[in-house]
């Protein structure tokens, strides 16, 4: 079973989403405003994926924390992961569980060597 993690209006959701369709491949989207990770499978995705990956620091969302939310996230790995399951758009999108494996991030040559394509 495939699982994409995201938000729709995402960019980097939506291309991973047409190339999975293009290879005619059936998924489970899970949209993370309507449905947040828990801190439990935060913490599972990141036996697999190290926090500077899994973290986005580079969005919007990051830059509107206040200092103190931003040490959190940074000096503990239990902080990084009660923000980023209260606030999903810290988490770079999308995650793509497949074959027991986690993977962040979308581009064509990654996707067409998860799925040998």
């Known amino acids: 079973m495939i699982v994409l993690h995201g938000i729709p ?6 291309k ?3 190339r999975l369709a293009g290879y ?5 989207f899970r949209d993370f405003k309507k449905q947040r990770p828990s801190e439990a499978e ?6 697999q994926v190290p926090l500077e990956i899994l973290l986005n620091k580079r969005g919007t969302t990051w830059r ?20 980023m ?13 497949y074959g027991g494996k986690v ?6 040559e990654s996707y067409r060597e998860i799925f040998k394509r």
């Open 9 to 14: 209006n995402c960019d980097t959701v939506k």
């Open 16 to 18: 991973a989403k047409n």
């Open 24 to 28: 005619g491949l059936e998924f489970e």
């Open 42 to 47: 935060i913490r599972l995705w990141l036996e």
């Open 64 to 83: 509107k924390l206040d200092a103190l939310m931003q040490e959190e996230a940074l000096s503990s790995k239990e902080g990084a992961v009660r923000i």
């Open 85 to 97: 399951s209260e606030m999903p758009s810290l988490i770079k999108r999308p995650v793509l569980e």
């Open 103 to 108: 993977h962040v991030g979308f581009s064509d």
